[in-house]
Every structure is written in C-alpha cells, then in structure tokens.
C-alpha cells in the first residue's frame, strides 16, 4: 500500500453572511452564496476557514494523491472508470475548529482549471463526481461547463470533487514473474 498526503494549507476564510469568492494558490476558485454555511444542518454565523487543494491530472503521481481508483458509480448505478481533466478537495471549518458544510438547498461554485494538454479533449460539459468515503468510489452528482480553460460547476457539500469523463469499465488481471518466471509481489507497475 502506497499512501501519499495531501498538505491540509488554512488558505483562506470568508464571512457566512457574506459569502464571498476564495482563490486557490494551485488552481481554481470556488465562490459562496451568503448565509450558505451549515454546522450540523443549522445555519452557521461566523468567519468560515476555508482549506482547499486543486490536484492537476497531468501531474506524474496524480494516481497516488487521488482517492480511491478511478472507479466509480454513475447516475444509472454502473460501475464506470474515469479520465479526470481536474479535481478539487475542499474543508470548510468554522472559528472554533468545528466542521462546516454546505446548506441544505444551497450551492457553492467550483471553478476547475483544465491543464493545457487536456484542452483538445475537453467537452464543452463533463459530469461533476465526488468521493463517498463510504463506498470508496467515486460518485456522479451534476454537470459542469467548460468556459475558458476551467469547468465551472455547482456543489451542494464538499469533499473533493472532480470533472472527469466515464468511459467502460474494464478488468486487467496481470501476473508479474522474474527471469525465473517466480511471481514477483510488491511491483509497482504504471500502464
């Protein structure tokens, strides 16, 4: 098992009565409706501490900071897998620590940069996934819409999302021997 951690940066805060619009210094930004925070399912009232991370698919160890496999479930419950053209993790807390989330029947705003090399394959609306911890898979939950070089989508919580398009799923069983055809265990191996 190979594990990689993601820097949790406390990047920013905005004002729950407020709202307000939050830059990530990697990529991307994500905008708040006023008095959209939720501490559990209660209206929340304070500074909100915003930590978020954009992870690029072009990046050579994107595979290791990515949760789970690729795989996911989509609107019509198939198991898919997934090229991601960009991906977002986002926490929000409140003044004294505590977790924060989205309101119930309100949306924040995701603005997901598209690497350069992915922009000849970008569609002008992708769907949106997010990672259910649960299930360990990713999870279809709307769309987003290609403007510029981002994907610009509505979120109704956080977690970490991305803009990644489903293709069939498929199963490859690989075997990998030593010069003595001995099976050889703990291989990394990148296709």
Same mark, same amino acid.
């Given at each position: 098992?190979? &594990?990689?951690?993601?820097?949790?940066?406390?990047?920013?805060? =905005?004002?729950?009565?407020?709202?307000? !619009?939050?830059?990530?210094?990697? +990529? +991307?930004? &994500?905008?708040?409706?006023?008095?959209?925070?939720?501490?559990?399912?209660?209206?929340?009232?304070?500074?909100?501490?915003?930590?978020?991370?954009? *992870?690029?698919?072009? !990046?050579?160890?994107?595979? #290791?900071?990515?949760?789970?496999?690729?795989?996911?479930?989509?609107? @019509?419950?198939? *198991?898919?897998? #997934?090229?991601?053209?960009?991906?977002?993790?986002?926490?929000?807390?409140?003044?004294?620590?505590?977790?924060?989330?989205?309101? @119930? +029947?309100?949306?924040?705003?995701?603005?997901?940069?598209?690497?350069?090399? #992915?922009?000849?394959?970008?569609?002008? !609306? &992708?769907? *949106? %996934?997010?990672?259910?911890?649960?299930?360990?898979?990713?999870? !279809?939950?709307?769309?987003?819409?290609?403007?510029?070089?981002?994907?610009?989508?509505? =979120?109704?919580?956080?977690? %970490? %999302?991305?803009?990644? &398009?489903?293709?069939?799923? /498929? /199963? #490859?069983?690989? /075997?990998?021997?030593?010069?003595? @055809?001995?099976?050889?265990?703990? *291989? %990394?191996?990148?296709?």
């Amino acid at each position: 098992v190979k &594990i990689v951690l993601v820097k949790k940066d406390s990047n920013g805060f =905005v004002s729950s009565s407020n709202g307000g !619009e939050h830059s990530l210094t990697n +990529g +991307g930004k &994500i905008v708040f409706e006023a008095n959209s925070f939720a501490l559990d399912g209660n209206e929340y009232n304070g500074q909100v501490k915003i930590s978020a991370y954009y *992870l690029d698919p072009t !990046e050579p160890d994107f595979l #290791l900071r990515s949760p789970g496999d690729l795989s996911a479930i989509n609107t @019509s419950n198939q *198991l898919v897998s #997934l090229q991601s053209f960009g991906m977002m993790a986002v926490e929000l807390e409140g003044e004294s620590g505590e977790k924060l989330n989205i309101s @119930s +029947g309100k949306t924040a705003t995701i603005h997901v940069p598209v690497p350069d090399g #992915l922009m000849a394959d970008a569609v002008s !609306e &992708i769907p *949106l %996934w997010h990672f259910d911890t649960d299930a360990d898979r990713w999870v !279809e939950e709307g769309t987003a819409t290609l403007s510029g070089n981002e994907y610009i989508g509505e =979120v109704s919580h956080f977690s %970490w %999302w991305k803009c990644d &398009i489903p293709f069939e799923y /498929t /199963t #490859l069983c690989l /075997t990998f021997v030593d010069e003595t @055809s001995t099976p050889v265990q703990g *291989l %990394w191996a990148t296709l």
